[in-house]
C-alpha cells in the first residue's frame, strides 16, 4: 500500500508541475521578456484605438510609448518625445505612436489640443496590449524595428531631445 500512495503522489507532482508549465508558458511575457521578441504590430494597431495625430507606419522604426494622463512623469516627458521625430535626421523612417491607459478619450483629446501635438494618440483603455506585453509601469517605452524585434525598453521619463536619448536610438536603428 505504501508503494502505490508514493506513485499517486509521484503521479500528482508531475501533473502538477506539468498543469504550472503550461500556466507559465501560456502567460504574457513581463516587458522586459519583450527584449529582442517580435511583437504583433497587426494586432497592435487593431487593438489600439486612435483618437488623435499622424497615424503610425507599418512598416517603419516604431516608438510606442506606453503612458497616462495620472503619470506626473508621463505627462511631464510628453512635449519633448512629440518633438523626437523632427529634432534629428534618423538613419531609417521613424514613428511615434504614444498608447494611453486612461479610460476616457475626452480627456486625452483635450489635453492633445492643449500642446497641439502631433503624434499618434492612442487609448487602450482596458489596458490589453499592457497586459499582454507585460507592461506594468508608466512611462514605459519600446522601440520597434521594421521587422517587428522590439529593439530597446526604457522604464522611465526621458528627456527625448537630450542628444545622448537621441544617439542611443539612433545607434539601436543601425543596421
Not at 504590430?41 to 487593438?47: E, G, I, M, P, V
Amino acid at each position: 500500500m505504501p508503494t502505490s500512495r508514493k506513485l499517486l503522489g509521484i503521479l500528482v507532482g508531475i501533473l502538477a508541475i506539468g498543469f504550472l508549465l503550461l500556466a507559465v508558458v501560456s502567460l504574457p511575457p513581463k516587458a522586459s521578456g519583450l527584449y529582442g521578441q517580435k511583437i504583433d504590430r497587426a494586432w497592435l494597431l487593431s487593438q489600439a484605438v486612435h483618437f488623435s495625430g499622424i497615424e503610425a507606419s507599418h512598416d517603419q522604426w516604431l516608438i510606442i510609448n506606453f503612458w497616462a494622463s495620472w503619470c506626473p512623469p508621463c505627462r511631464e516627458e510628453m512635449p519633448q518625445l512629440d518633438q523626437l521625430i523632427d529634432a534629428r535626421q534618423w538613419p531609417a523612417p521613424l514613428t511615434l505612436l504614444t498608447l494611453s491607459q486612461d479610460q476616457s478619450s475626452e480627456v486625452l483629446q483635450a489635453y492633445w489640443r492643449k500642446y497641439q501635438f502631433t503624434m499618434d494618440g492612442r487609448i487602450d483603455p482596458e489596458q490589453v496590449i499592457s497586459t499582454a506585453w507585460g507592461i506594468e509601469t508608466y512611462p514605459t517605452t519600446l522601440l520597434i524595428a521594421p521587422d517587428n524585434t522590439v529593439r530597446w525598453i526604457g522604464y522611465y521619463a526621458e528627456d527625448w531631445t537630450d542628444p545622448e536619448v537621441m544617439n542611443l536610438i539612433a545607434q539601436e536603428m543601425q543596421p
